[in-house]
């Protein structure tokens, strides 16, 4: 990718990366619909199409009242959600996932990490988080400390050696 020139580059993640960060990226100048679509838009999908997709999609992560609402005027947790909708309607082969769940209510984060879970399977993703519910799932789980990985393994594995993720998992971690 570094060899890349810089179109090549952006073809590149348009193609294959799908992203989902704590901070939305959604634009006020469009509607909800418009930035789940923009992605398919820029990779030349029919609006047939992309309407076909989101249909079920908006019913499963409850936004279908949503979509012709501006980001300006719903909630943080529903913007989180139109995000993850915008990717999974791209359906890219890697995943970048920044604290994805992190404004949405435990209630929803159980909907929606079941629908990343189904997203996540045969692909690559990289799934960056707090919330150890989020990362349980994963084939391998890296424990950073001031950028350094300290430990790695699968939830189970971390679990047994009762190092740092599992004082983090159980809320035994002391304070500094």
């Given at each position: 990718?570094?060899?890349?020139?810089?179109?090549?580059?952006?073809a590149f993640?348009?193609q294959?990366?799908?992203?989902?960060?704590?901070n939305?990226?959604?634009?006020d100048?469009f509607?909800?619909?418009?930035?789940i679509f923009l992605?398919?838009?820029?990779?030349k999908?029919?609006?047939k199409e992309?309407?076909k997709?989101l249909e079920?999609l908006?019913?499963?992560?409850e936004?279908e009242?949503?979509l012709?609402?501006?980001?300006y005027?719903?909630?943080?947790?529903?913007?989180q959600r139109?995000s993850i909708?915008?990717?999974?309607?791209?359906n890219?082969?890697?995943?970048?996932?920044?604290?994805?769940?992190?404004s949405i209510?435990?209630?929803?984060?159980?909907?929606?990490?079941?629908?990343?879970?189904?997203l996540?399977?045969?692909?690559?993703?990289?799934v960056?988080?707090?919330?150890?519910?989020t990362?349980?799932?994963?084939?391998c789980?890296?424990v950073?400390?001031?950028?350094?990985?300290?430990?790695?393994?699968?939830h189970?594995?971390?679990?047994?050696k009762?190092g740092?993720?599992?004082?983090l998992?159980?809320?035994?971690l002391a304070e500094?």
């Amino acid at each position: 990718l570094s060899k890349l020139k810089e179109k090549e580059k952006a073809a590149f993640r348009r193609q294959h990366l799908g992203f989902v960060f704590q901070n939305f990226n959604l634009l006020d100048t469009f509607n909800n619909r418009d930035n789940i679509f923009l992605p398919l838009v820029l990779n030349k999908v029919s609006h047939k199409e992309m309407e076909k997709r989101l249909e079920p999609l908006a019913k499963e992560l409850e936004i279908e009242q949503l979509l012709d609402r501006y980001p300006y005027e719903i909630s943080g947790g529903q913007k989180q959600r139109i995000s993850i909708a915008r990717v999974f309607l791209k359906n890219p082969p890697i995943l970048i996932l920044d604290e994805a769940t992190s404004s949405i209510d435990t209630r929803t984060e159980r909907l929606v990490q079941d629908g990343m879970d189904k997203l996540m399977h045969g692909r690559t993703t990289f799934v960056i988080a707090h919330r150890l519910s989020t990362v349980k799932n994963s084939d391998c789980i890296m424990v950073l400390e001031q950028g350094r990985i300290i430990e790695r393994g699968s939830h189970d594995e971390l679990i047994a050696k009762k190092g740092k993720y599992y004082q983090l998992y159980t809320g035994n971690l002391a304070e500094n």
